[in-house]
């Protein structure tokens, strides 16, 4: 498959909508379950996301709700977002050609509040249940965790990929497009041109954030700035990242284990109040059977102590 790969909020919906323009096959709805209510905002013209997100291999292929199984020469040039995490554990077989999209790491977690934002806003506004938040993994980290994640699939596994920064189609798209397509070899890049709208990005670079040492700050903004101007990741930067990777391995999963906790809680609270909303329901039932039959009670008018 032609596999549209990222973190959240580095362009991978755009890259769907530019195949999609481009006239290639891609698998996806624009809007899946609420999201046109309450997240529209973030992706005017649509995430094109499906449940293959999480990765092509036993757990999606064959389809869990329809048992269908997708063939792999049936899909080469189909497009599918797929996020990192999720390529990581795709089948090989499906892997045709790889578009990788990488935002600045300085912006990345504003973009990513502000989604959180909007959706808990939205959903509030329409009367949904909002969840209790939980902590989230420090966005530089995850940015990283899943970038770096990204690099070592690619030098492990060796399938083809582009990967082209998210500022690079907003301000050269014509060149960004021409060559993604050539690497493709399907597809019109003159038609998914059209598409490009710079105006819909609403973050830009800041300051390092809080959390994230200068050192590290550093080699992040290396491995963007490679991906940016097309300067290869070769094995010495990769030794560098790996240095890094060793470092900070400790601190996100320290991170992610106090997040497990988080949501542990919020998971038991919410079966707690689940079973109470039940309880209270049941009761409720039953004072309504233990209510007298009118067709054997007497023609008194009911007082404030009858009923249950």
């Given at each position: 498959m032609?596999?549209?790969?990222?973190?959240?909020?580095?362009?991978?919906?755009?890259?769907?909508?530019?195949l999609h323009a481009g006239g290639v096959q891609i698998v996806g709805e624009a809007f899946s379950r609420d999201w046109?209510?309450?997240?529209?905002?973030?992706?005017p013209n649509g995430f094109y996301e499906s449940p293959y997100r999480r990765g092509i291999y036993y757990a999606t292929n064959p389809s869990p709700k329809t048992g269908v199984y997708m063939r792999a020469e049936q899909v080469r040039l189909v497009g599918v977002k797929v996020f990192i995490p999720g390529l990581v554990r795709t089948e090989r077989a499906y892997i045709h050609r790889v578009v990788a999209t990488m935002r600045n790491w300085r912006e990345y977690g504003d973009s990513l509040r502000r989604l959180t934002s909007m959706e808990r806003d939205n959903r509030a506004a329409l009367g949904k249940k909002v969840l209790p938040p939980v902590k989230e993994l420090h966005p530089a980290l995850d940015w990283?965790?899943?970038n770096y994640m990204l690099v070592r699939d690619v030098a492990i596994r060796q399938y083809p990929v582009a990967m082209v920064a998210y500022d690079t189609v907003l301000q050269e798209p014509e060149r960004a497009l021409r060559e993604v397509f050539q690497f493709l070899g399907h597809g019109d890049s003159a038609a998914a041109l059209l598409q490009v709208k710079p105006e819909s990005r609403t973050q830009q670079g800041a300051d390092i954030p809080e959390g994230i040492s200068a050192e590290s700050a550093e080699?992040?903004?290396e491995l963007y700035r490679r991906i940016r101007v097309g300067v290869a990741i070769d094995a010495e930067f990769i030794g560098v990242l790996n240095d890094l990777a060793q470092t900070l391995e400790p601190v996100i999963q320290a991170e992610l284990r106090e997040i497990r906790r988080q949501t542990n809680e919020r998971k038991i609270a919410l079966m707690k109040e689940q079973a109470q909303r039940a309880a209270r329901a049941a009761a409720a039932d039953a004072g309504d059977d233990d209510e007298p039959d009118t067709d054997d009670a007497d023609d008194s008018p009911a007082t404030e102590s009858d009923g249950p």
């Open positions: 032609i596999i549209v790969t990222g973190t959240k909020r580095s362009g991978t919906s755009m890259w769907m909508q530019l046109a209510d309450t997240i529209r905002d973030a992706n990283w965790r899943e080699i992040f903004d």
